[in-house]
């Protein structure tokens, strides 16, 4: 296991298409975050699970945007109606509770460009 | 909710000089700091965090300095070398650093070491 692994690294769709984010957390880690980075600032929390639950979703968070992490392992970040705004690099992050630390590994990102 | 101050921007200091980049946060609940670097490209790293029941910690050049009642805290960088050039970012949790609860980050410091 090399780390955290995300699903398209670039993706480019035109406005209203819908798109979909995958990431593979390293194996052992039960908690997985999703952020979004756009140029010149920090990671903005979306959503993060502890094992397949959902546990927290920010309120900037819009209805168009939906993540899912089925049996506790992979998780995916679906985006409909896809909006110029929504153009961002898309961080997924895991760690695991029990470490006694508080590290989050990241991901490379998913470059999302919408036209 | 937690918002995160960084402060600067952008610091460009000569290499072998000191660097100090500042955050504060709004929530007094919060209990963990850390410290992300992240290089042109590449996914963020933690380099150094603190818990709140520490006033200070050190791990060889770099240095993070918490002020609970002020509700700052500072990372020093000694002896700047090229490859210490990256964008930096603070983060703030309630999480106590147990698997890191959500993090909220600060905007985040580009440092450029000038030869």
């Known amino acids: 296991d090399t780390g955290v692994s995300q699903d398209p690294r670039h993706k480019i769709t035109k406005r209203g298409q819908n798109v979909t984010f995958r990431c593979d957390p390293i194996?052992?880690?039960?908690?997985l975050y999703w952020y979004r980075q756009t140029l010149g600032q920090g990671p903005e929390f979306l959503t993060y699970?502890?094992?397949?639950?959902?546990?927290?979703k920010s309120r900037l968070l819009s209805d168009r945007f939906s993540a899912e992490r089925p049996k506790g392992s992979f998780s995916t970040l679906e985006i409909q109606r896809t909006e110029q705004g929504d153009s961002a690099m898309y961080l997924c992050?895991?760690?695991?509770?029990?470490?006694?630390?508080?590290?989050?590994?990241f991901g490379e990102g998913s470059r999302l460009t919408v036209l | 909710g937690e918002n995160v101050e960084q402060h600067p921007s952008t610091l460009s200091v000569q290499e072998g000089d000191s660097a100090v980049i500042k955050c504060t946060y709004s929530?007094?609940?919060?209990?963990?700091f850390p410290w992300y670097k992240q290089e042109l490209g590449k996914r963020p790293q933690l380099i150094i965090d603190?818990?709140?029941?520490?006033g200070e910690k050190k791990d060889q050049r770099i240095a993070v300095t918490l002020n609970k009642t002020a509700k700052h805290f500072s990372l020093h960088i000694t002896e700047t070398q090229p490859e210490d050039s990256a964008v930096y970012f603070c983060?703030?949790?309630?999480?106590?650093?147990?698997?890191?609860?959500?993090?909220?980050f600060g905007q985040g410091t580009r440092l450029t070491i000038n030869p």
């Open positions: 194996s052992e880690h039960n908690r």
């Open positions: 699970f502890q094992n397949e639950a959902q546990l927290e």
């Open positions: 603190i818990r709140s029941n520490v």
């Open positions: 983060a703030a949790s309630k999480g106590g650093g147990q698997g890191a609860q959500k993090l909220v």
């Open positions: 992050a895991s760690s695991l509770r029990a470490s006694g630390t508080g590290e989050l590994f």
């Open positions: 929530d007094s609940a919060s209990n963990y």
